[in-house]
């Protein structure tokens, strides 16, 4: 699977951006998919993650409430919607995707080790 991740720019705080990743590969469309982001020297961190048919969703606590995580199946393509911007946004954006998987358990969903397949990062600044 590749991943290819855009969407992301300079927005001011209370502002919003939508990021998208193209997946592309045979079976991309039944893959878990995952944001993370890492921010300067910090570890990279999960945002929001979405079950293949896009009935679970998952959010860190950080953005619930101001971001929306979707995909769309035909066209290989997984969206993160984020609204009211705060400078703690900034970083660098990276779409993932991990197997399928027939789990309730949100650690699966949540946890970087799940993901083996990474895109190349976009950035997001937010200003104050």
């Known amino acids: 699977v590749q991943l290819q991740a855009s969407g992301g720019g300079l927005v001011q705080a209370g502002g919003s951006l939508s990021l998208s990743c193209a997946a592309s590969?045979?079976?991309?469309?039944?893959?878990?998919m995952g944001w993370f982001r890492q921010a300067p020297g910090k570890e990279r961190g999960f945002v929001s993650a979405i079950s293949w048919s896009g009935v679970r969703t998952y959010y860190t606590d950080s953005v619930k409430g101001r971001a929306t995580i979707s995909r769309d199946n035909a066209k290989n393509t997984v969206y993160l919607q984020m609204n009211s911007l705060k400078p703690e946004d900034t970083a660098v954006y990276y779409c993932?995707?991990?197997?399928?998987?027939?789990?309730?358990?949100?650690?699966?969903?949540?946890?970087?080790?799940?993901?083996?397949?990474w895109g190349q990062g976009t950035q997001v600044t937010v200003s104050s």
């Open positions: 993932a995707a991990a197997p399928p998987i027939y789990t309730g358990s949100s650690y699966y969903y949540t946890s970087s080790t799940s993901y083996n397949y």
């Open positions: 590969g045979r079976t991309s469309s039944s893959y878990v």
